[in-house]
T-cell receptor, first 111, second 114 residues
């Protein structure tokens, strides 16, 4: 069965302490891997789409990378306002338009 | 661009009543919209896929007679929770499919059934 697993479940960082979040997947024929940020009580905010292994995308302090089995979301010198839950989702040919979501990584950045 | 709105943002209703939630794509047309529900500290669970002009496709275990979905136009989908009960209390989020594979999410609707 297709699966998406995110780790760690929760991460606490000091402000300025860089780290990475992981999203591993087992879907066949990946169409796209998507990263979202979700703040409490709000809908997910789109961050990145990655389509093929080796692809990288950056936005401010965030950088997403993709291999054939996993994606990393690198956070460089995080700030308290980066605290949120980060979700990844994948789409594969056999899922139609549907996304498989991971359970998310809850990031807390301490001043 | 790619803004999705939901209305209302929160609603409290009595058990047995029905509640309608609207999802609109504000600056693009969406032939496909999705409805999710999310419980505290859990990820999003897909409830149904809504295609403009046709019947919604429901996920296994989701009661289609309880969660009525209408995708009447390219910018509007509605979810009606009929005869709501306390166990239906949740955070409901819609999304609209973008031009390729991406989905853009609304801000969510917090439903509390008393």
């Amino acid at each position: 069965e297709d699966q998406v697993t995110q780790s760690p479940e929760a991460l606490r960082l000091q402000e300025g302490e860089s780290s990475s979040l992981n999203c591993s997947y087992t879907v066949s024929g990946l169409r796209g891997l998507f990263w979202y940020r979700q703040d409490p009580g709000k809908g997910p905010e789109f961050l990145f789409t990655l389509y093929s292994a080796g692809e990288e995308k950056e936005k401010e302090r965030l950088k997403a990378t993709l291999t054939k089995k996993e994606s990393f979301l690198h956070i460089t010198a995080p700030k308290p306002e980066d605290s949120a839950t980060y979700l990844c989702a994948v789409q594969a040919p056999n899922t139609g338009n549907q996304f498989y979501f991971g359970t998310g990584t809850s990031l807390t950045v301490i001043p | 661009g790619a803004v999705v709105s939901q209305h209302p943002s929160w609603v409290i209703c009595k058990s047995g009543t029905s509640v309608k939630i609207e999802c609109r794509s504000l600056d693009f047309q969406a032939t496909t919209m999705f409805w999710y529900r999310q419980f505290p500290k859990q990820s999003l669970m897909l409830m149904a896929t809504s295609n403009e002009g046709s019947k919604a496709t429901y996920e296994q275990g989701v009661e289609k007679d309880k969660f009525l979905i209408n995708h009447a136009s390219l910018t509007l989908s509605t979810l009606t929770v009929t005869s709501a009960h306390p166990e239906d209390s949740s955070f409901y989020i819609c999304s609209a499919k973008g031009s390729i594979y991406e989905q853009y999410f609304g801000p969510g609707t917090r439903l509390t059934v008393t």
